[in-house]
């Protein structure tokens, strides 16, 4: 019989991110981007599966209800005082999981390498702002940082909707009421959340994820009528996180929403995590602050992504900080190799990374 608990603990004692159960081979755990296996423990059957579903469940009828009508779950686990974000689904009708441990101790904000204008910006009394990148880019932990940060040093009352709830926090300067999202949570979906914090007297409202055109449509009138609203989005660059925004509406209200979003948006940061040189986790961020240019290209009839790109590399006295530069700093401090900075950027670029780099090296005299 399968020891969950005992390869829980070695995934906790290895620092690793997440455990993923597969059946078929053994039960693998992700630590610093590397898939390890658990060489202790034997492959996987799918009796195996079907012990770890119950442990996970637990009896829960709600929860089998979802999976069984879904095929799919994601809900939490607390063990060992940590929680760990689960999600199940099915492989040739066998169930999987993929467990992301949660940290009880938040990094500090300033730890993290996110550029201080993303913390400035969060002063401002209403607007948009976004918090980017793929999946596992460290969105869920910087978005908590920031809430941490705020929570220490604003007197704000904040809202978050969450699925599931990650990191726990405690009001301090400010209140901190936190949800979740989803069937059997505090909020059936993240659209209802956002739309009923008008009604809740809240400064910030925190959207765990943008999905669809109807969160979208909520966060922009929670923060037209006068609220700062900080969300995320699955999306690679600033840019392409606008193309995203302004494709979610029908081509005909396209127009309208362009200058909606000129007007609302704030800053999107976009980040990469990769394998620094030094064994941990280097963050990669792209900032956009969006002023008068990046607004106006916002609101052209064809939005042009390489013109945005442009705008941003060229913006840094207004707080943005371009792709290429922030890999340039990166390489220029031997956090990353060479090898690693030229495979986050196309080809066409290749020539502005290498002349980047040499700028900077002048300029701190290596």
């Not at 709600?62 to 994601?74: A, E, R, S």
């Amino acid at each position: 019989m399968i020891q969950i608990e005992r390869i829980l603990d070695y995934a906790i004692e290895n620092d690793a991110s997440d455990i993923h159960f597969i059946c078929g081979i053994k039960p693998m755990v992700r630590i610093v981007r590397s898939l390890v296996p658990v060489e202790q423990c034997e492959i996987l059957t799918p009796d195996d599966m079907n012990d770890i579903y119950d442990y996970l469940v637990r009896g829960n009828m709600d929860k089998d209800g979802i999976f069984k009508n879904t095929k799919k779950l994601d809900t939490s686990l607390e063990y060992a005082n940590l929680r760990f974000r689960v999600n199940i689904s099915l492989s040739d009708d066998v169930p999987l999981f993929t467990l992301r441990i949660i940290k009880n101790k938040l990094p500090r904000f300033e730890d993290l390498g996110v550029p201080d204008i993303v913390r400035r910006m969060t002063y401002q009394p209403q607007g948009l702002m976004l918090v980017t990148g793929k999946t596992n880019s460290g969105k869920t932990t910087t978005l908590s940082a920031l809430i941490d940060e705020i929570n220490e040093n604003q007197n704000k009352k904040i809202l978050t909707l969450e699925s599931p709830i990650e990191y726990r926090h405690k009001s301090k300067k400010s209140i901190i009421v936190q949800k979740e999202v989803g069937v059997g949570g505090d909020s059936l979906c993240y659209s209802d959340g956002v739309k009923n914090s008008l009604r809740e007297d809240c400064d910030i409202i925190v959207v765990g994820e943008i999905r669809d055109r109807e969160t979208m449509d909520a966060a922009i009138e929670t923060a037209e009528a006068g609220h700062l609203v900080i969300g995320t989005l699955h999306t690679k660059s600033c840019a392409e996180t606008i193309d995203r925004m302004i494709n979610f509406y029908d081509i005909s209200d396209q127009s309208t929403m362009k200058y909606l979003i000129a007007s609302l948006l704030k800053l999107v940061i976009s980040q990469r995590l990769l394998p620094g040189t030094d064994g941990k986790l280097a963050l990669v961020p792209e900032v956009m602050v969006v002023d008068n240019i990046i607004a106006g290209l916002i609101r052209k009839e064809k939005l042009s992504v390489s013109e945005i790109e442009d705008a941003i590399q060229s913006s840094s006295d207004k707080g943005s900080i371009g792709l290429i530069n922030s890999i340039a700093e990166l390489f220029v401090a031997d956090r990353i190799t060479l090898e690693q900075a030229k495979a986050q950027i196309e080809e066409k670029n290749i020539e502005t990374l290498n002349r980047t780099i040499m700028q900077l090296r002048i300029k701190k005299g290596r």
